[in-house]
């Protein structure tokens, strides 16, 4: 039996829901053949894979199951979580690796109430418990009590927190904390931007000034953006991404409230659509309901074996 340890866990309910319906598809005995291929797709699709991206992993295990000489269902999970990790390499790298630059500075961006703000609170925690300082800029200047909000969390973890009143400039904001971080020697530098919705051009254009005035103070900062998206979205996390992306280039994708949505199968969609790292993964609203993100780890825990089904029926 696999190892419930890490995400596997936290996947729960989109194990379930896979399980619930591929593990009729796995325990069967036959011949691998086009309709197998199909009804696979099929329940890709439903567990929030994306027509594109479920697509594309049946092509992939249908090269794999010929190159490995496989033709019978029972090799077809084993093929599944290994086409799902080739999809998912190299999206799940860290994006910090050394210290090169202090302060290392990341930008959250994102649309409203994803959790952005709650994500770089626990990214705080994150960094502190390995031993390194912190500070966070309230770059929410425009959502009432999001000021406060990034204050309480500084309370709490002890994190100065730079902040202006609701209403001024976001990007003054942003500078103010690159000169705090600077003369405080910060290890990580976590700003906080307000949420917008894509059609917003004032705030998206206040975004890219925040950006800019940030590198002014340092030609390599921000040295990482990061998208939080809902998982209980869904699929429409595709197109906010890809208007973020256009507006300024992103590093990363932290994928919050994958707590009880069934809806994990998102993330290969993702992974596959942007090739971009998927860095953290939100768990709850709590300061350490944090997970780093593994491909290795979500491969293997997003596809059921006989085992996992009997477990889960257990
Ligand atoms: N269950 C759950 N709730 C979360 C998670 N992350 C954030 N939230 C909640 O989502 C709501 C919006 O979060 P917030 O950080 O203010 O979103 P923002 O508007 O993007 O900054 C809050 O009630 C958070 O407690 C998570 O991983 N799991
Ligand atoms: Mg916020």
């Known amino acids: 039996m696999k190892q419930k340890k890490g995400l596997f866990g936290f996947l729960s309910k989109t194990r379930q829901s896979l399980t619930n319906s591929l593990g009729g598809l796995f325990s069967r005995v036959g011949p691998l053949d086009e309709a197998v291929y199909e009804e696979l797709e099929d329940h890709l699709i439903l567990a929030d894979f994306g027509v594109h991206t479920a697509r594309e992993i049946v092509q992939h295990l249908k090269q794999l199951a010929k190159r490995e000489r496989i033709d019978g269902i029972s090799g077809l999970s084993a093929c599944l979580e290994a086409s799902l990790l080739d999809i998912l390499s190299g999206t799940d790298e860290d994006g910090n690796g050394e210290l090169a630059k202090k302060p290392q500075v990341i930008l959250m961006v994102g649309v409203n109430g994803v959790g952005k703000t709650t994500t770089l609170a626990k990214l705080a925690n994150y960094h502190k418990r390995q031993g390194c300082s912190v500070m966070m800029a309230a770059g929410d200047t425009y959502r009432a009590a999001a000021v406060e909000q990034l204050q309480a969390w500084g309370q709490r973890l002890d994190v100065p927190v730079i902040a202006q009143s609701t209403g001024s400039d976001a990007a003054a904001v942003a500078f103010d904390a690159m ?71 992103l590093t990363g994708i932290c994928v919050a409230k994958l707590d009880g949505t069934a809806k994990g199968g998102m993330i290969v969609a993702l992974a596959n659509r942007f090739k971009l790292p998927v860095r953290f993964i939100g768990v709850g609203e709590g300061i350490d309901d944090l997970v780093k993100f593994s491909a290795k780890e979500f491969a293997a825990a997003l596809v059921p074996d006989m085992d996992t089904a009997e477990s889960l029926q257990a």
């Open 179 to 249: 000169n705090s971080a600077h003369a405080k020697n910060i290890d990580y530098l976590l700003i906080d931007s307000a949420g917008r919705q894509h059609t917003q051009g004032d705030l998206m254009d206040q975004l890219q000034k925040m950006k800019r005035v940030i590198g002014k103070m340092d030609e390599t900062a921000p040295h990482q953006v990061l998208i939080t998206v809902d998982a209980t979205n869904g699929q429409n996390v595709l197109s906010q991404v890809e208007h973020f992306q256009n507006i300024l280039p």
